[in-house]
């Protein structure tokens, strides 16, 4: 059995189990909540690495000015800093890179017209009698007056976007050396690539990003007390 056959199965299950709430709209959230708790310890030890390198700026600024001529022995000290505290560069992206193989078969999902050989039951699943398949590019026309659900959506998505550019500047300022100009500018606006995203992916896909997205936004506001504000 494929992964996409045995997650369609699984699918299926909690749907039925979630019929009198939403069924299947309410399956693609609950499955999600679990892929995010499953990552937890992972999210927790990025921001325990994010809090160490806060209370590291000032001897990576040291670091820095030292060597500002020699990027291979700057590279290496700040290398051999990061291990002596266990930190690894990598740690804040890996709970965004295990989600991908997930999205990658709910995409499949609900984008298949048969898993296994078998018509797929799920393109049926409606929420407030938009198809969960349906894309908001290029089906506009055809949603009519339930282009509603999308913008509702999208406006979600907006507000979690925004609130996503505000921490990505202030991360930004308490590095050493905060980026400027353009890259900045481009860090800000990186977060509202999801919105774009959502309006070509189908409807099931759209909820995910929501979902995963709110929590990432509620687990930064937990977790990450005691990070210094930028002045």
């Known amino acids: 059995m494929s992964p996409v056959q045995g ?32 990552l937890h310890p992972l999210t927790r030890a990025a921001v325990r690495g994010e809090k160490a390198k806060s209370r590291l700026a000032p001897r990576v600024a040291e670091l820095q000015r030292e060597h500002a001529k ?22 804040g ?19 298949s017209t048969t898993i296994g050989g078998h018509g797929n039951g799920l393109l049926t699943e409606r929420l ?13 026309p055809s949603l009519g007056a339930q282009a509603w659900v999308f913008l509702v959506l999208f406006a979600v998505l907006s507000l979690l976007a925004w609130l996503g550019s505000r921490r990505v500047a202030k991360l930004a ?18 977060p509202y690539a999801i919105l774009i995203s959502a309006a070509f992916l189908p409807l099931a896909a759209g909820m995910y990003l929501a979902t995963t997205t709110a929590w990432t936004a509620a687990e930064n506001l937990l977790l990450r007390r005691g990070i210094p504000e930028p002045a």
């Open 7 to 38: 997650a369609y199965t699984l699918l299926q299950q909690i749907t039925a189990a979630l019929a009198p709430i939403g069924g299947a709209a309410a399956a693609v959230i609950a499955v999600t909540i679990a892929v995010r708790l499953l």
């Open 70 to 91: 020699d990027l291979p022995t700057m590279t290496r000290k700040l290398t051999e800093l990061y291990r002596g505290e266990k930190i690894s560069p990598f740690a």
């Open 93 to 111: 992206l890996l709970p965004m890179l295990v989600q991908v193989p997930f999205f990658i078969v709910l995409y499949q999902l609900f984008a």
């Open 128 to 140: 407030f009698g938009v198809p969960l398949s349906a894309r908001f590019v290029p089906q506009l």
């Open 173 to 190: 300022l308490l590095q050493p050396k905060p980026p400027e100009g353009l890259l900045m500018k481009l860090a800000q606006v990186a």
